[in-house]
């Protein structure tokens, strides 16, 4: 675990944690030698040589000086090592984090993650500044005790050193024991995490079908599962404690039977066998307890291994420095393959080119990869095979603050940050002053909603924007976007109608946008796909069809069905309302 820590922590720490272990090491050699002194010390006044007992005394007042003086340098440097290790781990872990493909952070992962952020790294944390003190001591300190033993009376020394593995057996038992079981608790702890954030996120889905905690069974089984988890941690702690008790029982025992055995045949001096007897106490006690603290360290020991599995994922490759871009505001796709994962793919042999500040609707049935598209564009995800270029330039050629200057991005799923809602459009470009912010969020229609808000631009939106409606959420996001001014837009049409002061809202955001730059929008609305330049129709992972509006229609293909579709749905809207 230590060198595994070493590496984690990364070289500019690795002192800290060699300065800590040496403390250490020097504290339970102290400890062993302070109590190493008494036999002399005790032995010579049982004997009634004041004198030669007097002589023993500094060291022994040395040893225990030493042993006080460690101690409490060991103390500061675990407690400063512990706030390294949590600092160190949750910076590499945050860096780390930012770097992954978006297809790593699924459901499992993101309740993984949050435990090993929180549980993990305060568990390795607390484990170096309160566990690696007592083991360290419990080693080091019947080490000494042996060395002491061989020098006074070898073949006592000899039975202790024949003791030892019997104890380490029995300690190494209850450390497996424990380790497995706390693999298994872990998985469960993980499993009822995720359920719990699924239950919390999801209550108005959960509520409207009338599922309560009482009756949401993935929820119930995840916690239940977790119960058995944690019992069955407690009763298989239960063996390799109660051998490591046995096991130092026994030997304890056996020291006195071999020691009253050299005392009956006059090979050892009586008085110098009751001292040694009492240092054999020094030796098994702190043996018993290193028993126990190495099952927990070994918990630390895995939380570790589960910090560094996520460390090791590896990052989307990216280069040092992005090739320049070649032509400013053009999306190009060459045969894109994709699919998530091990999956089918979703994506097959795609190509087409938006050309610089023109506007492609995308349009499909549900499912055809509109919205996978997309995200290959702003490089969430790696293509299988083929080329998507922005700017002129592979997006693996580029660093990702490189791609994303180039891009804005307005989805359906918009998450907006709990804080103001000046400050939530701010985030497009966080240099931007008050009046361009005010600029772009008229345009985009949220001028309306802050007229709304007792608080107005300074009205906090919630987490998640809850306090906004859907289509005021995506106002915000559309000014953000605007604020943006990027080369490139993706957009997402909302699916559901509009009401008309959004739509309109929306309509107006579209022209300012097409002005500057490049849009490629998921496109729902008849007014959208009509003024495109083009529209690319995706069916079945390909593109279908692909041409103007009029084009398109006179093909009489998949464009025209949903031309069609769309402006019955339209017409018996109109009719509704009239009637
Ligand atoms: N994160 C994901 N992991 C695995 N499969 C996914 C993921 N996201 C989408 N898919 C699958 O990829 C396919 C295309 O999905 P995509 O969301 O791109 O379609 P779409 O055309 O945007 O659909 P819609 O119009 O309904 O939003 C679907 O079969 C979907 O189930």
Same mark, same amino acid.
């Given at each position: 675990m230590i060198r595994d820590l070493a590496a984690t922590l990364g070289p500019d720490h690795r002192r800290d944690l060699g300065r800590y272990l040496g403390t250490l090491t020097l504290n339970g050699?102290?400890?062993?030698?302070?109590?190493?002194?008494?036999?002399?010390?005790?032995?010579?006044?049982?004997?009634?040589?004041?004198?030669?007992?007097?002589?023993?005394?500094?060291?022994?007042?040395?040893?225990v000086a030493l042993s006080l003086v460690t101690h409490y340098a060991q103390a500061m440097l675990g407690f400063r090592l512990a706030l390294v290790i949590l600092t160190t781990l949750h910076h590499r872990l945050g860096d780390h984090a930012v770097t992954l493909p978006l297809g790593w952070f699924d459901s499992t992962t993101v309740g993984r993650l949050s435990r090993i952020g929180t549980k993990s790294v305060l568990s390795i944390a607390g484990s170096c500044a309160h566990l690696l003190q007592p083991l360290v001591t419990g080693v080091l300190a019947p080490a000494t005790v042996v060395v002491v033993m061989f020098w006074h009376e070898w073949r006592l020394g000899l039975a202790v050193l024949v003791c030892s593995p019997l104890i380490l057996l029995a300690a190494r038992l209850s450390i497996r024991l424990l380790g497995r079981a706390?693999?298994?608790?872990?998985?469960?702890?993980?499993?009822?995490?995720?359920?719990?954030?699924?239950?919390?996120?999801?209550?108005?889905?959960?509520?409207?079908?009338?599922?309560?905690?009482?009756?949401?069974?993935?929820l119930e089984d995840a916690l239940e599962e977790q119960r058995t988890a944690s019992r069955r941690q407690v009763? #298989?702690? /239960?063996? $390799?404690?109660? %051998?490591?008790?046995?096991?130092?029982?026994?030997?304890?025992?056996? !020291?006195? =039977?071999?020691?009253?055995?050299?005392?009956?045949?006059?090979?050892?001096?009586?008085?110098?066998?009751?001292?040694?007897?009492?240092?054999?106490?020094?030796?098994?006690?702190?043996?018993?307890?290193?028993?126990?603290?190495?099952?927990? #360290?070994? /918990?630390? $020991?895995?939380? %570790?291994?589960?910090?560094?599995?996520?460390?090791?994922?590896?990052? !989307?490759? =990216?280069?040092?420095?992005?090739?320049?871009?070649?032509?400013?505001?053009?999306?190009?796709?060459?045969?894109?393959?994709?699919?998530?994962?091990?999956?089918?793919?979703?994506?097959?042999?795609?190509?087409?080119?938006?050309?610089?500040?023109?506007?492609t609707a995308l349009v499909g049935a549900s499912g055809s990869g509109k919205t996978t598209l997309t995200r290959l564009i702003a490089r969430f995800f790696d293509v299988r095979e083929g080329t998507v270029r922005v700017g002129g330039v592979d997006v693996r050629e580029q660093r990702t603050e490189d791609l994303m200057a180039q891009l804005a991005l307005v989805f359906q799923d918009v998450y907006l940050f709990d804080d103001t809602l000046i400050g939530n459009i701010r985030i497009g470009r966080p240099d931007a002053d008050d009046d361009e912010i005010r600029r772009a969020a008229s345009l985009a229609g949220v001028d309306e909603i802050v007229a709304r808000l007792p608080d107005g631009w300074e009205a906090r939106v919630g987490e998640?924007?809850?306090?906004?409606?859907?289509?005021?959420?995506?106002?915000?996001?559309?000014a953000r976007a605007l604020l943006k001014n990027a080369p490139v837009v993706l957009l997402d049409e909302a699916t559901a109608a509009l009401d008309p002061e959004n739509e309109a809202a929306v309509r107006r955001s579209m022209e300012e946008l097409r002005r500057n730059s490049t849009l490629l929008v998921i496109a729902h609305r008849l007014s959208t796909v009509t003024t495109a330049d083009q529209i690319?129709?995706?069916?079945?992972?390909?593109?279908?069809?692909?041409?103007?509006?009029?084009?398109?229609?006179?093909?009489?293909?998949?464009?025209?069905?949903?031309?069609?579709?769309?402006?019955?749905?339209?017409?018996?809207?109109?009719?509704?309302?009239?009637?």
């Open positions: 050699v102290a400890q062993g030698a302070a109590v190493a002194f008494l036999v002399p010390v005790v032995g010579r006044l049982l004997a009634g040589d004041t004198d030669g007992a007097a002589a023993w005394l500094p060291w022994m007042a040395g040893a706390d693999e298994e608790n872990d998985r469960a702890g993980v499993e009822a995490a995720n359920r719990v954030l699924e239950f919390a996120r999801n209550q108005a889905v959960l509520r409207a079908f009338g599922r309560t905690t009482g009756n949401y069974r993935p009763l #298989l702690s /239960m063996p $390799g404690m109660l %051998l490591s008790g046995f096991a130092v029982q026994f030997c304890f025992s056996a !020291l006195i =039977a071999v020691g009253a055995l050299l005392a009956l045949r006059d090979s050892v001096d009586p008085v110098e066998l009751v001292t040694l007897l009492a240092l054999v106490a020094r030796f098994t006690g702190p043996l018993a307890e290193v028993g126990e603290l190495a099952g927990v #360290l070994r /918990m630390a $020991g895995n939380d %570790l291994r589960r910090v560094r599995a996520v460390l090791d994922e590896r990052s !989307l490759p =990216a280069p040092e420095h992005s090739a320049p871009v070649r032509a400013p505001g053009e999306i190009e796709l060459t045969g894109v393959r994709f699919g998530y994962g091990d999956g089918p793919a979703v994506l097959d042999g795609v190509g087409f080119t938006v050309p610089p500040r023109t506007m998640g924007g809850s306090a906004l409606s859907g289509g005021e959420r995506q106002r915000v996001s559309v690319v129709v995706l069916h079945e992972g390909r593109v279908a069809e692909r041409g103007t509006h009029t084009e398109l229609l006179a093909l009489d293909g998949h464009y025209a069905r949903f031309w069609h579709e769309r402006s019955r749905a339209a017409g018996w809207r109109i009719t509704a309302a009239g009637s």
